[in-house]
């Protein structure tokens, strides 16, 4: 018993350091499409938010991100509405649910349900009152704050619509509100009762009214209706016959005073083809009107005057959100039937922001190699030379994804943002990679090639195929030189075929396996150069040796697993072991040197996959097991879903960490190598709007019959426009094929499905991608210092309050009195052991330069990570100082005092200068180098983007200075030179001469004697 509990005691503490050494968070979400909703632009102009799902994007216009905030609604978010003041952000989903999100933070501080279908939501301009649509009624709510504990408190409710209101809009004033409902008319109320307002409708449409707006001076109130007519109604005041009438009316608002509704003005703007108003927008500033319509055409209007300033066509595809920033510059509009997202500005006619996600979700995903292959490419780090997407390739800075509509999309892991597609497949990309040097991606596909693409000239420059014909291909795998590649072919004879990438030759067919090949991988190990493993549906696992297989009689060495083989992966830290992950949900490590076992993983219980909405039966472990039979069971097995398995598998860099990833699972499981056992699970979403999510479905969904409610069509109460809704549901029939569950011709049901597909490790291990059928779900380490951005208030991670050591001298007072008393060492100290970034910063900033090597001096190995961390933060641009050369001082001191220090915390070794450090820490060892990286990836970015700039004054320098040294030559005076230019000018004068000797002539000297001579100094 005694050793037994040893044994348990090891294995809890090796997997309790695994968790508290890899703790990851949700980071991004790329590759998404955009599938409705409303969008929103910042108060600044400069931010465009959208929903993804049941998240929020944020794309930053002008620093060039893209960014997913971590909060999650029940069900996909239909509405968006921030706050004028830009702090609270609410995000409502198609059930009514609500949440309340400081956006600044990126945390939730409130949780509402409307219980109802929210149509809009709009904040009052002060941002002191919210109105909500709710079914035929308005209801006004307070807005939440700090001494009502972020709770909703209800204010009023209107009524005295026939149908659903559509809109609503606020008064500059915040004191008037205007609906417009499908009962055709467009109603005005008052936030409190007032002298001299009442309530009144103004009917001047004959179609349901889709949006209602005030203009900036509440003189002019604008409504669009379904049929495309915009109606400008004026309120004219009523003159009086006194003045002190006059000036007693002044001090009451517009609408209170005595006047009338006037039309100002009405235009017409039908489309050809019977095109229906979808979405509406307007810009008081800029006075600006911008309406969609169900043809893929935009209208911009200048009012009050109605005028047309642009008309332009986006397709044929209903466009669902139109919103305007930037003072009426820029225009966004979305179109859920293509997935595609852009801002377009009007007045130059070019897109400020294109992305498009891909169609029927992402199959495939690998991370860009580490540096130590990037950093030899210094052209893209270190000069102006290289694309700005290229200088952030440093350690898996760029993110490949290969989807179903056969496109090959590459994005920068750190700005989120796609910056080039490859569209040369023309059926779906099954598998890609990164040659190790990272300056090309080779992709699998089912059209029967395999591609390598150029990152530099982005352009396809080779393509391989089989000399036997057409066949697709399931996997592709290049090895650690870079120079040959294998691809798996699917039927015919489950080869493997193997090509040169130089010359693109086939060099090798192996054949071995009796069904299909599903999973390749080259050894890392430098022992083995040429070795690589195939895995297939014959429960087979081959050990291959391109190098020496004629010397083996050209066969593999083959190694019996538990059943089909689905992915294999090889340990990075070259020691011969592999990882294969079969379809009976055990995941089995081999020797492949000795042949033999060294451990498995039985996952079955960890995937729990999620029940999907057409299946009768539940998802649960629980099945078949009666309640109450405990220890009872038959057997291990009972009630446990047999139908799991993990379907691509994944090892960290430092080989401790398995990442494994299911089909029909949310989650994602990490596991640790050497005790095999759960580090943790993660779930990628809880999005009940999808489809094999919930293990338990809610039975208020299921008819009496026990069929779920979604199965029906009810698209004509479920949508704004049910013709449109219905138009657009018959063109998804007709494409749509029985039993089709992937791709193109997938029904409706199924493309709420979600699968994943591929997972895939960074090369430092800090981040993690999960390929999806709705995008990918990027997770970022927790280093213990300052977590993975969440919020938008531009200092990504520094919102988390992460403290590295909590005592009582460690406070707010301690640091401010430290600061006053002018012992800025201990300051420093305690505001990186309580690491708030406000406090740190206002330290940092406080410390003069002839002072930062004492300072740095007195830092401990302990919060040395804490440092580095608030050091990439205050450079990089978007949440830093531009003091760039007092950064540069802090980060030279620091290596010059602690470069030892960070060796040795780097390696993992316990020395005097580290002390406890390591221990007290338990990610020192990845924290410090993925630090460091990120330090190195700020200095090359902030340092390209000055050099440009440095550059081109250089140049400007010159060519100011040329004429004016050009006409002192011709006063003759005489122009002082810099000691370079003038050795280098003497030089070259001394090889002419010695180049060519030539007499002088009498000519020459009257022209050297008349030009005065320039003194060289």
Not at 47 to 64: C, E
Not at 125 to 145: E, M
Not at 297 to 326: K, N, R, V, W
Not at 357 to 375: E, K, R, T
Request: hydrophobic share 40%.
């Amino acid at each position: 018993l005694a050793q037994v509990l040893i044994v348990f005691r090891a294995a809890f503490r090796s997997a309790e350091a695994a968790v508290g050494m890899n703790q990851y968070r949700f980071s991004n979400l790329l590759g998404a499409t955009y599938q409705g909703g409303s969008i929103q632009f910042t108060p600044d102009g400069n931010t465009l938010l959208s929903p993804v799902g049941n998240r929020v994007s944020a794309v930053d216009l002008i620093q060039g991100r893209s960014t997913t905030l971590s909060p999650e609604n029940r069900e996909d978010i239909a509405i968006l509405a921030l706050s004028p003041d830009g702090r609270v952000l609410l995000s409502i989903d198609k059930a009514g649910h609500a949440l309340l999100i400081n956006f600044v933070r990126g945390a939730i501080l409130c949780r509402i349900n409307f219980k109802a279908h929210v149509r809009s939501a709009k904040w009052s301009p002060d941002s002191k009152w919210l109105a909500v649509t709710h079914g035929r009624r308005l209801q006004i709510w307070r807005a939440p704050t700090l001494e009502l504990g972020w709770q909703f408190v209800q204010h009023r409710t209107f009524g005295g619509h026939h149908d659903d209101v559509i809109d609503v809009a606020w008064s500059p004033d915040s004191l008037f509100l205007a609906t417009a409902a499908a009962d055709m008319s467009v109603r005005l109320w008052s936030l409190n009762p007032m002298d001299g307002f009442e309530p009144l409708a103004l009917a001047e449409h004959r179609s349901h009214v889709r949006a209602v707006f005030f203009s900036g001076d509440s003189k002019y109130l604008y409504s669009m209706s379904r049929e495309g007519v915009l109606v400008s109604l004026r309120y004219e005041e009523e003159e009086d016959e006194t003045e002190g009438k006059q000036k007693a009316s002044d001090a009451r608002a517009l609408y209170c005073r005595p006047g009338a509704w006037v039309m100002a003005a009405k235009a017409y703007c039908q489309q050809p083809g019977a095109q229906k108003v979808t979405r509406c927008a307007f810009d008081a500033a800029s006075n600006l009107f911008a309406s969609g319509f169900s043809g893929g055409i935009f209208m911009l209007f200048e009012m009050p005057g109605l005028q047309a300033l642009q008309t332009l066509s986006l397709g044929s595809q209903p466009l669902d959100a139109i919103a305007l920033g930037a003072n009426g510059d820029w225009l966004a509009v979305g179109s859920s039937e293509v997935g595609q997202l852009f801002v377009w500005e009007w007045r130059s006619e070019t897109y400020i922001l294109k992305q498009q996600g891909h169609h029927w979700g992402v199959q495939c995903v690998a991370f860009s190699p580490s540096a130590a292959s990037s950093l030899k490419r210094q052209k893209t780090l270190a000069t102006t030379e290289g694309k700005a997407e290229d200088r952030g390739t440093v350690s898996g800075r760029l993110l490949a994804t290969g989807g179903h509509d056969g496109k090959v999309k590459v994005f920068s892991a750190q700005s989120g943002l796609c910056f080039v597609t490859f569209a040369e497949h023309t059926a779906p990309v099954t598998a890609l990679c990164f040659t190790p040097q990272g300056n090309a991606i080779l992709t699998a596909s089912q059209d029967g090639s395999v591609r390598a693409f150029d990152l530099l000239r982005y352009r396809n420059f080779r393509t391989f195929a089989s000399p036997d014909g057409l066949c697709q291909w399931s996997s592709v795998a290049v090895d650690s030189g870079g120079e040959i590649v294998a691809a798996a072919a699917v039927g015919g004879k489950y080869t493997i075929y193997v090509w040169s990438i130089q010359t693109g030759n086939v060099l090798e067919v192996l054949a071995g396996h009796t069904s299909q090949v599903q999973s390749l991988m080259f050894s890392p190990s430098t022992a083995h150069p040429g070795q690589m493993i195939s895995g297939g549906w014959d429960g087979v696992l081959s050990v291959w040796d391109l190098y020496t297989s004629e010397s083996k009689g050209g066969e593999a060495e083959k190694l019996q697993c538990a059943s089909s083989v689905l992915s294999v992966a090889f340990d990075p830290r070259g020691n011969d072991i592999c990882a294969a992950a079969c379809l009976t949900g055990v995941v089995q490590f081999w020797n492949v040197t000795t042949a033999a076992t060294v451990g498995s993983i039985e996952g079955l219980r960890d995937i729990q996959s999620g029940r999907q909405i057409g299946q009768r039966y539940g998802a649960s472990h629980k099945r078949g097991v009666k309640l109450g039979a405990g220890l009872g069971k038959a057997g291990p097995s009972d009630g446990v879903n047999l139908n799991q398995h993990f379907s691509s598998i994944a090892y960290a860099r430092s080989g401790e960490l398995l990442l494994c990833g299911s089909r029909n699972s949310p989650h994602v499981c990490l596991y640790d190598t050497t005790s095999y056992s759960l580090a943790f699970r993660l779930t990628l979403t809880s999005n009940s709007s999808l489809s094999g999510v919930q293990t338990m479905l809610n039975s208020k969904h299921v008819t009496e019959s026990g069929v779920p409610i979604q199965q029906f069509d009810l698209s004509d109460s479920e949508g704004d426009d049910a013709e449109l809704t219905r138009q657009s549901q018959r063109i998804k029939q007709v494409s749509t094929l029985p039993g089709v569950h992937v791709g193109e011709a997938k029904d409706r049901y199924a493309s709420r499905e979600l699968h994943v597909w591929d997972v895939h490790f960074s090369p430092d291990s800090q981040q993690f991608a999960a390929a999806t059928t709705h995008g990918v779900f990027v997770y970022a380490a927790d280093t213990g210092v300052g977590g993975a951005s969440s919020g938008m208030g531009g200092h990504s991670g520094s919102s988390q309050f992460v403290p590295q050591m909590l005592t009582k001298n460690v406070s707010a007072p301690a640091i401010l009195k430290a600061l006053k008393a002018g012992d800025l060492s201990r300051a420093m100290i305690l505001a990186l052991a309580l690491n708030d970034y406000g406090l740190v910063r206002k330290v940092y900033e406080s410390i003069p330069v002839r002072s930062i090597p004492i300072v740095v001096a007195s830092i401990g190995a302990p919060l040395l990570p804490a440092l580095l961390w608030f050091l990439g933060l205050e450079l990089r641009p978007s949440s830093g100082t531009p003091h760039f050369q007092f950064h540069v001082h802090w980060v030279a001191t620091i290596i010059d005092v602690h470069f030892m220090t960070l060796l040795d915390m780097a390696t993992g070794k316990t020395t005097a200068r580290t002390g406890a450090a390591i221990e007290a820490a338990a990610a020192s060892r990845s924290d410090v180098a993925a630090l460091c990286l990120q330090l190195l990836v700020e200095l090359s970015q902030r340092h390209a983007g000055m050099t440009k700039v440095f550059d081109g004054n250089i140049y400007l320098l010159r060519y100011l200075g040329t004429p004016q040294r050009v006409a002192l030559e011709d006063e003759g005076t005489v122009v002082e030179q810099p000691q370079e230019e003038a050795d280098a000018t003497a030089a070259s004068e001394q090889s002419k001469v010695k180049k060519k000797k030539r007499p002088r002539s009498a000519a020459g000297s009257d022209r050297e004697g008349a030009r005065p001579k320039v003194k060289l100094q």
